[in-house]
């Protein structure tokens, strides 16, 4: 694959892309790193269609330049309100919700809007780049996206699930190693069978796709594009040094745990949202998982959700999703355009 691929496929002048942060994507950020000629991307996890709509609408209007927004297909497995017995969990996480000061929220007509509403908002709303996690995305959504010119990234965390996207007729691949911050979007296989990192993904994935691939996980500065690129990539996804900056929607506290975390500074948990992901230890994760009580995806969202938005109101960083990548020690540049810089010196390497 050529160095020019994902800048032709999306019209950037930069192979360099800002991840989404499902719930903690802001407008600011995703259109500084359209405007610096890489791709912003916008996470629209849990978001209505109305929403969806309006936050393509306020990204249209702040930059003319190619951006991303990114939403989760239904692997099958969600749970709805009425599937399960909350009380275990809710009980789990008592002394949460009573140091957020709020009550157990009662169970909701729905966990999440539905998918096909949400996929629909977004390719009405046209965005230049719809990425996607959890799944293959069906034929109908390969050619509606098609039909409207837009352009379509999957994500893989191995070979096999590469290979399925490749098939579907995505026309880029986020291959994102175990190092990398937030949830494990495996699909094929369970996410903790499923955990291979970078440096031995990227390599495998480029010799089984015909598509361009986009390394993720563990990337932070110009070393780490180097080596993507060294490895066949033909582009980086980077979360966690872009989540740090200040253009970010993270949280001080958020920021300031990233600061602070070193190598062995994250870890693996299903604690927070009943799927597996990487983030840093916190008062929260640690309640959770002595307890040892975690309702299933998305239900466990849910319920520390209604502790974790009256946390992040507060600044209080023990109450929160604390999602980071194992490169958080790298992480060390306050704006946006320093982050892109550095990365951006690794493309000339
Ligand atoms: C707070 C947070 C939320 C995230 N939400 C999503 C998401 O909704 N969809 C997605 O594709 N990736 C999501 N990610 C993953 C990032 O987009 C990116 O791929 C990852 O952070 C790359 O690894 P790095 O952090 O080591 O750079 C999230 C990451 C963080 C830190």
Do not use: C, K
Not at 175 to 191: D, Q
Not at 298 to 307: E, Y
């Amino acid at each position: 694959m050529s160095g020019s691929a994902l800048q032709d496929l999306f019209g950037i002048d930069e192979p360099i892309v800002l991840g989404p942060f499902g719930g903690l994507s802001s407008v600011a950020l995703t259109v500084e790193v359209s405007e610096l000629g890489g791709l912003g991307s916008y996470g629209l996890y849990g978001y209505a269609p109305e929403r969806i709509r309006e936050t393509i609408a306020q990204l249209r209007e702040a930059t003319d330049r190619p951006f991303a927004v990114n939403l989760w297909l239904p692997t099958g497995d969600e749970v709805a309100p009425g599937d399960v017995d909350l009380g275990p969990a809710t009980a789990a996480l008592a002394p949460l919700y009573e140091a957020a000061g709020v009550e157990p929220p009662a169970p909701p007509h729905a966990f999440l809007p539905a998918v096909r509403d949400q996929l629909a908002a977004a390719l009405e709303s046209g965005p230049a780049v719809l990425s996607l996690v959890y799944g293959v995305p069906q034929p109908w959504l390969v050619e509606a996206a098609r039909a409207r010119g837009i352009r379509l990234i999957g994500t893989a965390t191995s070979v096999a699930e590469a290979r399925a996207l490749d098939a579907a007729g995505v026309d880029a691949i986020v291959a994102t190693g175990a190092e990398a911050a937030g949830h494990r979007v495996s699909f094929l296989r369970r996410a903790e069978d499923s955990l291979v990192g970078t440096f031995a993904l990227v390599p495998q994935v480029v010799d089984a796709v015909g598509v361009p691939v986009i390394a993720a996980g563990g990337i932070a500065d110009r070393r780490g594009v180097a080596a993507a690129f060294a490895l066949g990539a033909s582009g980086v996804q980077v979360g966690t040094a872009f989540l740090r900056t200040r253009e970010s929607a993270a949280t001080e506290a958020h920021r300031a745990a990233i600061q602070a975390a070193r190598d062995t500074g994250t870890v693996l948990t299903r604690a927070m949202s009943g799927r597996l992901a990487r983030g840093i230890p916190n008062t929260a994760m640690r309640t959770i998982e002595t307890a040892g009580v975690i309702a299933p995806f998305p239900a466990q969202n849910w319920l520390t959700g209604a502790f974790r938005a009256p946390a992040a109101r507060a600044g209080n960083g023990e109450l929160l999703s604390l999602w980071a990548g194992q490169a958080a020690g790298l992480a060390s540049r306050e704006t946006a355009a320093e982050v892109f810089a550095e990365l951006r010196a690794g493309l000339r390497a």
